[in-house]
């Protein structure tokens, strides 16, 4: 459903701005559509796939991801477009490297952290590995660079270390040291500090920095509850920049409306709820740790993108999953869907949960002798 409601959205958006740069109005959408079909058998492979062999995997697809973030910024290889060098091209194709990068890092954390046990609670052989690595992919990504797609992986990585075990202290720790690593990055260049100032004050440059962001919440607002009408939106006629792509989701609220925005919001709380159903029934610790990075990435990309568009937060420029023009980004979340598969297609009837806790009458021995020590003490 939200494929197929991503292609409506794309062409709805777009066949103007196709149409007077290409002379084509289906350029972008039938773009996508190979794209969306080029996707749905990366997600046949993963669901055919058992998803425990991705652990033997994680490596090789770890290498590929850095060698590929490493080659988009040799000069030559990698093709800069608006002063950001993001994309390798093949041909009449173009891949952004930064997309597929997400899954493979959720794929060797979810089995490193499997791995490591108890260990994760210790700050030597736990935090101080899982930063560096986080330090490695997160350092390529802003070097292109790409602020959005960093904070992406940065929660999500958090998320998982949080899940699997790890004190409070060192996830505290972690996201303080990426939030001051990002503050600084911030600082060091003009163009990301125009956008926080875009969004803190929109209204003092309409014409300039400010110009984006109100005409999102024009199309938002012209929406109404009911939407102007399916491929009635004005504001895609070259008014909202990237219409197609990051401003997606307010051309469909000033087509849809309101109504029609909470309707796409629930397909995609309704895919959460499944992942979760997924992870709490996960036959082991890898497939619960993978299951759960992948809703993290999904989900907090989509509040990303959603909370810039209605100025929640500042704009970053990261896609909205499935529904925004962008094919790198189409098949990597739909590979991530059919690895959700693969995990679904090996689910035990009993909660992970329950499973990791001990039967009921080794926890009777155990209380038992707990209780035996304690009144040793007390006497």
């Known amino acids: ?29 039938a773009r996508q559509a190979v794209f969306a079909l080029a996707g749905l058998c990366a997600l046949a492979f993963f669901m055919r796939l058992d998803y425990r062999r991705l652990r033997t995997l994680s490596v090789p697809m770890l290498l590929i991801a850095l060698v590929a973030l ?3 910024l040799v000069p030559g290889i990698g093709v800069q477009r608006n002063g950001a060098s993001r994309w390798l091209e093949f041909g009449p194709v173009a891949l952004q490297p930064s997309e597929f990068a997400k899954l493979a ?18 700050f030597t052989l736990g935090f101080v ?33 949080f899940v699997a075990g790890a004190p409070l202290s060192h996830l505290g720790l972690l996201i303080g040291v990426g939030g001051l690593i990002c503050y600084g990055v911030v600082l060091q260049r003009d163009y990301q500090m125009d956008r926080l100032s875009s969004f803190v004050s929109p209204e003092s440059d309409p014409q300039g920095l400010g110009f984006q962001v109100i005409q999102l919440l024009i199309a938002l607002g012209s929406g109404g509850p009911m939407g102007l009408g399916w491929g009635e939106s004005r504001q895609k006629l070259f008014y909202v920049p990237g219409s197609h792509t990051d401003g997606v989701f307010a051309i469909l609220g000033e087509e849809l409306g309101f109504i029609g925005l909470i309707a796409i919001l629930a397909i995609f709380a309704f895919f959460v709820y499944r992942g979760l159903r997924v992870c709490m029934h996960s036959r082991d610790r890898f497939g619960m740790l993978l299951t759960i990075g992948i809703i993290s990435w999904i989900s907090f990309q989509t509040l990303i993108n959603i909370g810039g568009i209605t100025r929640t937060i500042p704009l970053t420029g990261v896609p909205l999953p499935f529904l925004s023009y962008g ?34 009458r080794a926890r009777y021995a155990r209380d038992a002798r707990r209780g035996a020590v304690f009144e040793r003490g007390r006497a």
Do not use: C
């Not at 794309?10 to 290409?22: D, F, K, L, P």
């Not at 689910?347 to 990791?356: A, I, K, L, N, Q």
């Open 1 to 29: 459903m939200l494929v197929i409601t991503g292609l409506l959205a794309v062409y709805t958006s777009s066949y103007a701005i196709g149409y007077h740069e290409y002379g084509d109005a289906n350029y972008f959408v």
């Open 70 to 72: 490493l080659a988009v």
């Open 105 to 122: 890092v959720i794929v060797y954390i979810s089995a490193w952290l499997a791995s490591r046990g108890q260990e994760i609670n210790k």
């Open 129 to 161: 590995p899982f930063t560096l690595l986080l330090g490695v992919v997160g350092g390529l990504i802003i070097a292109e660079p790409d602020m959005g797609t960093t904070v992406i992986i940065l929660l999500t990585a958090s998320t998982l270390f």
């Open 327 to 360: 094919g790198s980004s189409l098949m990597s979340v739909l590979a991530a869907a059919g690895i959700l598969l693969s995990v679904s297609r090996y689910t035990s009837d009993v909660p992970y949960t329950e499973r990791e806790r001990p039967p009921a």
